[in-house]
């Protein structure tokens, strides 16, 4: 019986949110074209599209880029349409 006790609140320790790798480094990232008004996407330049894309080409995912989902999707369009015009490689070896 007491040994019953001792192993169930040891297994309830391994829940405690501040054991959980999941609530770790919660930060807020705030969008930047949001939170900077005067930002202005343009599928044109190229340096600027470089920040959202990673060494192989591929799209940052919004975790990374910190974008709300709308920016998000404006960059998606942006990289695609400047990938057609070659501006940005589809993949990079
Ligand atoms: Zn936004």
Known sequence: MADKKQNRRNNNKNYDED???RFRKQRKKV???CSDKNFEL???NADQLKKFVNEKGKILPRR???ACAKHQRDITT???RARHIAILPYTQN
């Open 78 to 80: 942006a990289v695609k």
């Open 31 to 33: 969008c930047i074209m």
């Open 19 to 21: 054991y959980n790798p």
């Open 64 to 66: 990374t880029t910190g």
């Open 42 to 44: 343009d599928y044109k």
